[in-house]
């Protein structure tokens, strides 16, 4: 492991740093603008809650633009958006937006199918006990997709990570970087090697905390 | 119930409702009186309109045009928080039960106070007052998915009841459940009915349900009605022909052609008729077959016969071959007829 010298553990350690911090706060954003999305696409969709094809159309439009747009081109794309948000174009910071955006595109449409699976006849039961629209949404409808939610959350967790890799084209560092300088560009086989069995046992860590959580929290 | 007009529950009145534009029509004109107290019965085929006809009772299906008057109250003029009230006090239980998949047994009968607003240790002493009615204190920390059919409904009804409605509305309770716990399910509705003094209205595709619970019932075809009364009359003397299949699902008033053909033929100079015969009121356990034997001449060969009891009520089905002379038998039919019971040819 002669190669493995001190300032390239720092450099994985700092890398590994940056991908957490890429991937945790873009999926936190994606979550908390994801949601209101998918229940508002879920609501207004025809035979939804309160139909209505003025929101749902446009939201609908917004969420598939911005997923059939290739990432690498996206984030390129709205780098002065991404100036705007985060004051600067460049740093892992600066990859957080464009990473965010994506993924929240992303949960979006995941998310409303899972709150697409929830029993028709639930909310019909809820209906019939004189519950408001914000009862259902919040008491049955998000309740009852949970583990649905936290399935698809896991999902975008690990699309996230791969996302990440690119973010080097914008100076956002992380593993997926890293590999790309050292193990790529400077031929160092070791490091790409070691990069991919760090990605590999993180993604994995992250699937299995999604599958523990689900089983925990349906009742099925 | 006493000599005055007894109170009506759920009056529909003149109801219509098309789902696609220049469609059929899934309710045509459809009225009904339901009376507090009693146990109402829609029976129909799927497809029938009755299950828009009793989601039109909460308003979760809205009528294109009628009325919905409901304990007294308009409900089609109800705007949309006075409407929420009064599906309060209206109970509902599904065919597929509708529990929350993530709330225990307690949780799920707790639902319906919570989104009204009361207060959890009021809730608390509700659930434990109710769960013991449908007999399941013992599990009430236990997921729906842990539970049998049968216990998932009574959960459903324990539900339903919980807000103290004065009526159940009963969408096709039973359809899931096997023979022995749909017996169970509907004592329970009825055992409920005369404790809490409810107003029930179900809907089903099994006469069975309707025999077993019903006092009165509604046969719906195409979205009308076609035959309405208490349901010993129904049984006894359908008159639709689409009711009579029904009630033959149930009572069994057929008998096979083959069996018909194999009935020995009338000897010269006699004539041979085949009837059936419902035994019903005061005479339903009288000797009628063997008087009209002796008494109008005539030999009497019983082809099939059972007795069985709607409503409390026992009443007995024959089918009958009587041979005698031309204007004897015909006598013969008239003087059972005089005596309240229904005689009906069969065809051989």
Partial sequence: MSWLTPTLQDLMIQALWETIIMVGASAGIAVALGLPLALLLHVTSPGGLSPNAWINRPIGLAVNAARSTPFIILMVAIVPFTRLV?????????????????ATAFLARLFEN???????????????????????????????????LIAATTVALVSLVGFSAMAGAVGGGGLGDLGIRFGYQRFMPEVMATVVIIL??????????????VRRMSHR | MTETAPNRAIVLQGLTKCFVAGGTLALDDVSLAVQAGEVFGIAGRSGAGKSTLIRTVNLLERPDSGRVTVLGQDMLALEEDALRTARRGIGMVFQHFNLHTRRTVAENVAFPLEIAGIAAAERRARVAEILPL?????????????LSGGQKQRVGIARALASRPKILLCDEATSALDPETTREILALIRDLRDRLDLTVLLITHEMSVVKAICDRV???????????????EVFTRPRHATTRSFVAEVIGHGVPDSTLARLPQPEAGEVRRLVQVVFTGPHATRAVVSQASRDFGLDVNIVSGRVDEIAGEPFGVMALAAYGAPGQVERAFDWMRSLGLTVTELHA
Wanted: aromatic share 6%; charged share 20%.
């Fill in chain 2, 134 to 146: 449908v007999g399941l204190e013992a599990k009430r920390d236990a997921y729906p998915a842990q």
């Fill in chain 1, 114 to 148: 899972a709150l697409r699976e929830v029993d028709r006849g639930v909310i019909e039961a809820a209906r019939a006990m004189g519950a408001t629209r914000m009862q259902i949404v919040w008491k049955v409808l998000v309740p009852e997709a949970l583990p649905g």
């Fill in chain 1, 200 to 213: 590999i046992l993180f993604v994995q860590g992250l699937q299995s905390l999604g599958d523990w959580l």
């Fill in chain 2, 218 to 232: 509604a046969v719906m075809e195409a979205g009308r009605i076609i035959e309405e009364g208490r349901v010993f």
């Fill in chain 1, 86 to 102: 985060a004051g600067t174009s460049i740093g892992t910071t600066a990859a957080v937006v464009p990473l965010a955006l994506a």
